[in-house]
């Protein structure tokens, strides 16, 4: 690892799991990105957007949706079709105070694009992701468990930066270093478990957390939410989260994205080489249901 990077928000997510960074926006860029993400909310609420996240279905592969669908996510911010707001998100993705957060937390600045999606409330029901690791079956063994836990553990860096309050997301910390209790193994659903902690987020602030913590949402639709929901992957062992970043059809349109900046073309390629040497391997998918 390079020695001359910071690593306090490396150091907070190796003791807890997670790490909150506040006010990471400035109140304007708050405005700016609020203003980008509801065209894009509006456009697939109105059925005019085939990527989203359908109410009901907590985990890829989402079928595309009906006119005026109920959902709880926008996927493929920076992707082509979106014209200049698309690469407006490309603006939030290489914003040089996001990457040196992310080189902090996974100690290299070799990083890869993965991901810049959106979390909205749904708009017709309430809906509840149940307790769940990203990446690891709720089946796995405890030595099963273990060996993705240390594995994966700073392959990626994930996070949610809240452009309304947010507080949705509910972890169980210290979870990510070890299988789970047999309280955790029992409660699949929604139930409380021991010790789970709310991330409260205020407009700005940003969370970034390892995806393999136990964690579980809730979307209601009282509250309102716009969470910009993105991850980064650390390219010498970027292929170990293949499955995770591929499951969402990403690389169906990297070679009609435009990168506005050579940051975002040297991390755009580099998640074409892992594509490529992922060709023709039936990866499936992380998680059912």
């Given amino acids: 690892m390079p020695s001359t990077l910071p690593h306090k928000y490396h150091d907070e997510i190796v003791a807890n799991g997670f790490t909150v960074i506040r006010k990471l926006l400035s109140p304007e860029e708050i405005d700016h990105y609020l203003k980008l993400s509801q065209k894009e909310i509006d456009t697939a609420r109105d059925g005019k957007w085939p990527y989203v996240r359908l109410n ?14 109920d959902i709880w996510g926008v996927t493929h911010l920076m992707h082509p079709k979106w014209g200049q707001v698309g690469k407006d998100f490309q603006k939030l993705y290489t914003d040089e105070k996001i990457l040196n957060i992310v080189k902090d937390i996974l100690q290299t600045d070799i990083l890869n694009m993965e991901l810049l999606n959106m979390l909205i409330n749904p708009s017709k029901k309430d809906f509840d992701l149940c307790w769940h690791r990203d990446d690891v079956k709720n089946t796995a063994t405890d030595e099963e468990e273990m060996e993705l836990l240390e594995r994966c553990a700073f392959a990626g860096a994930q996070f949610n930066l809240a452009l309304k309050e947010d507080v949705n997301l509910i972890v169980i910390p210290d979870s990510h270093v070890r299988p789970r209790t047999s309280e955790e193994r029992e409660k699949l659903k929604f139930e409380p478990i021991t010790n789970q902690l709310v991330v409260h987020l205020e407009p700005g602030d940003c969370a970034f957390y390892n995806p393999n913590i136990l964690h579980r949402a809730t979307y209601s639709t009282k ?10 992957g650390n390219f010498s062992i970027g292929k170990n989260r293949a499955r995770l970043v591929l499951q969402h ?5 990297l070679d009609q994205l435009e990168p506005i900046n050579e940051e975002m073309r040297v991390l755009s390629d580099r998640l074409k080489e ?3 040497e992922m060709k023709g391997k039936d990866l499936g998918y992380s998680l059912d249901g």
């Fill in 223 to 232: 509250r309102e939410r716009v969470t910009i929901h993105g991850s980064y």
């Fill in 249 to 253: 059809g990403v690389a169906d349109w």
């Fill in 56 to 69: 009901g279905k907590q985990f890829p592969p989402w079928d595309k949706p009906e006119d005026q669908p």
């Fill in 274 to 276: 892992i594509a490529k």
